[in-house]
């Protein structure tokens, strides 16, 4: 037991030293605080210069609770869970499997690190988004997690902060899915992820951005602000009624699997979900609504 809470105390106290070295320009290319500020104004400035939605408001509908969604999800939410519920799962996890003579490296099927660095951040780019899609799909499909997912459906306007608006929940559920991927291909170096995560995050941001671009022939491998708007429409066909274009990054999954609609141009439909109108318009409301809405 006090392995589990030297790793839980070590955890708080290791990510939080993160936080101060990146706010102290004491990081270089791993510091997500301040690439998440300038990847957040340029797509902001792109959002003012090519705005899709002529009429909506510089300071859009919700700007400033999105913005706060943005770096508590970012960041506070790390240092209050996530970081340490990490940390100690897999410590646990790897315990369990000591116990019958196993390490996850048993699992490993090959070794991503001895293959050339492009073929390794590409493996790894496609396998995470590919999760990811799936991971999105599975939030829609089952309603228990389908309400913590309405946290981001609940934009009603879209800008490029919506992206990271979500339930603290969403990220528990990500990570959980990449784990077991993770660790049959092996090992990845902070500097792969960060490069992945940073690409993934000027990506997300575009798709939530009020830009309508489409990206030409290239819509049909990276999601794009055209056909994400309507993963956020509050109207859809009955037969679609479970979701559409579940892309994260790329929109490769959804042709193949068939989950991709853009049926007109979206920019003007209605964002949303049906029983929007008894859901909390307030952070700590949308934070505590999963945990008494009855599925």
């Not at 940390?87 to 001895?114: A, K, M, P, R, Y």
């Not at 951005?209 to 509050?234: F, R, S």
């Amino acid at each position: 037991m006090n392995k589990y809470l030297d790793l839980i105390k070590n955890s708080y106290s290791g990510y939080w030293n993160y936080i101060k070295q990146s706010v102290l320009f004491e990081l270089n290319w791993e510091n997500y605080f301040y690439g998440l500020i300038l990847i957040s104004l340029v797509v902001w400035a792109l959002e003012l210069a090519f705005p899709w939605r002529k009429n909506q408001a510089v300071f859009r509908k919700d700007f400033w609770l999105d913005t706060f969604y943005m770096f508590f999800n970012f960041f506070l939410l790390n240092l209050i869970v996530l970081i340490a519920l990490s940390n100690t799962t897999e410590q646990l996890l790897n315990d369990i499997l000591n116990l019958v003579g196993l390490t996850v490296q048993d699992f490993q099927l090959f070794d991503i690190n001895s293959m050339p660095y492009w073929a390794r951040l590409l493996i790894f780019f496609v396998v995470i988004d590919f999760v990811q899609w799936f991971t999105h799909v599975t939030l829609h499909k089952y309603p228990f997690l389908w309400n913590f997912h309405k946290v981001h459906h609940s934009v009603k306007e879209m800008g490029f902060a919506a992206h990271l608006r979500y339930h603290w929940m969403e990220p528990v559920v990500y990570k959980s899915f990449k784990y077991i991927p993770l660790a049959i291909m092996g090992g990845f170096t902070a500097q792969d992820v960060a490069v992945v995560h940073f690409f993934n995050i000027v990506i997300g941001h575009l798709n939530h951005a009020n830009i309508g671009w489409d990206y030409g022939p290239l819509k049909y491998i990276l999601n794009n602000p055209k056909m994400h708007i309507w993963h956020h429409a509050k109207e859809l066909p009955e037969e679609r009624k479970r979701g559409v274009n579940f892309g994260i990054t790329l929109s490769i999954w959804d042709y193949l699997f068939k989950t991709n609609y853009i049926p007109h141009n979206g920019r003007d439909i209605e964002l949303g979900f049906d029983d929007e109108d008894s859901f909390p318009k307030d952070f700590i409301g949308q934070e505590l609504y999963p945990l008494h809405k009855k599925n």
